[in-house]
């Protein structure tokens, strides 16, 4: 398959794997609502493409993170219900309404320019919101919920569809403080329906969906889990789930160093023995970690070749003197299978000192997303 794409460097999306993720959190959590969160351009594996497959394979809804992310959705034809998770302005009210989002409000000002936005359009809005149940983000407290409800009841251009919070840590082992949240949420909920009407609750994200059956309520928003990555090493791997991102890049130039040649910025790689190097043409500019430099590795013919030296912008160079016959234009995977062998995101997430969801999100636009089974 691979052989078709002639870039230099590309991020290749597995379509398939991601349906296949998709299909199987929705079976794990039954009647509930399964909305893929497709935020940081789907968690760097592409917005649109992602968002087609996912409601293919039985997502009833999208979820991102800013008013911008649902306009380019609905700028490619994306016709699903869209809710938009966080922080915005007034001033961003205009194309809320104009794109028809799901807004989530948590304060007067935007609920009033929100309100007077659809009015002019001749609309109702359907907004959430969100119960800050102690990540301290955003949202209101669970004491500060009922009066701004009854202020929402003045808006008549809006239309309450749903209470929400987010947990802190549902992804590590003790999920103490994570049923303390969803006991709290529950509580407010409880007394917010008792007075107004609130059809939708929500509150499980990738994690909770894996470990906390109990919080998958009317809805879920799997995240990292739809691309086929764990949230952490601490949760259970109840849904067996497909990496869908490979990094790929290729051999650009081969040659033999003798001992006590250096390597790239700041002579942190010095050859000790003859040493055969190859560079790749693909660095921080593309989205590979500087903490990589003299830590991270790549695959090259099937075998694990070390980054030497400092990453650079433009380029990275790796130690191949232990793999034979390694030449121009030979595939080299940073992330992702080849032969025998697989780098997982977690792995580059250990050697860049970080998680497997900056691994993926912080990978530039220098390296375009290709995919395999793209839906039509």
């Not at 998680?355 to 793209?374: F, K």
């Amino acid at each position: 398959m691979r052989q078709q794409y002639e870039l230099t460097n590309y991020a290749l999306i597995d379509l398939d794997a991601i349906a296949r993720n998709v299909a199987a959190l929705k079976a794990r959590v039954g009647a509930a609502e399964l909305w893929a969160v497709v935020k940081a351009n789907a968690y760097g594996h592409g917005a649109v493409p992602t968002a087609r497959t996912a409601l293919a394979a039985g997502a009833t809804r999208l979820a991102v993170a800013r008013i911008s992310e649902g306009a380019a959705l609905r700028q490619a034809d994306v016709s699903a219900p869209i809710l938009v998770m966080g922080y915005h302005t007034p001033a961003e009210a205009e194309a809320a309404v104009a794109y028809d989002l799901i807004m989530t409000v948590n304060d007067d000002a935007f609920a009033r320019a929100l309100n007077d936005q659809a009015r002019d359009a001749g609309k109702r809005m359907r907004v959430h919101v969100k119960v800050d149940t102690g990540l301290g983000r955003f949202g209101l407290l669970p004491d500060e919920l009922p009066s701004f409800l009854q202020r929402l009841t003045h808006y008549r251009h809006l239309q309450l569809e749903g209470l929400w919070t987010h947990f802190a840590t549902a992804d590590e082992r003790d999920k103490t403080f994570a049923h303390k949240q969803f006991a709290m949420f529950r509580y407010a909920a409880f007394l917010a329906r008792d007075r107004f009407d609130i059809p939708i609750l929500h509150a499980a994200n990738s994690a909770a969906i894996l470990d906390m059956p109990e919080t998958w309520l009317d809805a879920v928003r799997p995240g990292i889990a739809i691309y086929g990555l764990y949230p952490s090493t601490e949760v259970n791997a109840t849904v067996t789930l497909h990496p869908a991102l490979s990094l790929i890049s290729h051999v650009g130039r081969v040659r033999t160093l003798p001992p006590g040649a250096s390597v790239s910025y700041g002579r942190t790689f010095i050859a000790t023995r003859p040493t055969t190097v190859a560079l790749l043409p693909i660095g921080y500019g593309d989205g590979v970690h500087r903490l990589l430099s003299n830590r991270g590795q790549t695959l090259i013919r099937g075998q694990r070749a070390p980054i030497i030296g400092r990453v650079c912008m433009d380029n990275i160079m790796v130690d191949v003197t232990n793999i034979d016959g390694v030449q121009e234009r030979d595939e080299a995977v940073l992330i992702g299978p080849q032969g025998d062998d697989r780098i997982t995101a977690e792995e580059v997430a250990a050697w860049a000192q970080t998680i497997n969801y900056e691994v993926t999100t912080s990978l530039l636009p220098r390296a375009p997303r290709m995919y395999a089974d793209v839906p039509p």
